[in-house]
């Protein structure tokens, strides 16, 4: 009724409607330039990042031979074979090109221990085991090097996938890092190499070898002979039985000496010495009471 009296209401003028529309359109462009100017700001200063650390990587990478070499001690004097050892080392960077995904680098380091050609005589077990030895000596003294003379030269070799991963704006260069220790006992016939893939198991002067004696107690000879001259082998001390003693009817060997105190574990201890007790209780209460 009141629009019959009124007439219809007036429309907006197209004029106002262009105009809301051209601010609707101004404030989109203005946003999407915003975000572009942002993003080629951060992509700028990300560059920039990518481009210092690179520098830096490559100086520490030109160094690493001399620090790696330089800075892990050689010595082991926990190995009664011990001659003298040498620690070889080198980073080896390969550029990415268009026929790859990226660069690669890799650390390459390699111990040899040169033993007396006595080490040859012993069975593949107590073999098996100084590898492990050499490998728990020098592993430590590895990253040790690292974290004090090439304190961030892993950090700046991992940045560029890790941030890859985290970020929409994708680094420069891409690139694949890995680490090849190597543990070597030589001696003037034979090459023993540690490897942690397959246990028991070295490789014997470029060979697969599997360890084909138990374990059992260890009677590892030690050269007396001053380096230089031709050495010659004597016993460690073992076990002798001095007695016996027990209770509740059960006996237990007691001996003189054990090297007990070279065990950190009860379970180790017997393993070696299994065949000197009744069963494992009975070597962990051994354990208990000497070491």
Known sequence: MLEHVTGPAPKAPRSHMRAVL???????????????????????????????IMAELMEEVKSFQSVMEE?????????????????????????????????RLTD??????????????????????????????YSPRIWDAYDKHLPNYRRHAYYFNLYKRDSDIEPEEEITYRQEFSYFIKTSKNSYEQTNLVRDYYVLNGKDHFVKTEKKKQTTPAPTSAPGSTPTSAPKPTGTPSGSSGTGGKRRKTFEYYGVEEYDDPEDFYYDYEDDFEDYEDAEDYWNEYH
């Open 71 to 103: 800075n892990i001690p050689k010595e082991m004097k926990s190995f009664p074979y011990y001659k003298n050892a040498k620690i070889t080392a080198s980073a080896v960077w390969v550029p990415g090109n268009a026929d790859t995904t990226g660069s």
């Open 108 to 137: 390459r380091i390699t111990v040899t221990v040169y033993a007396y050609d006595t080490f040859d005589s012993l069975d593949d077990r107590s073999i098996y085991e100084w590898l492990q030895e050499v490998y728990l000596e």
């Open 22 to 52: 051209l601010v609707i359109l101004i404030a989109a462009a203005v946003v999407i330039t915003v975000t572009a100017i942002d993003r080629n700001y951060r992509e700028k200063k990300r560059r920039e990042e990518h481009a210092a």
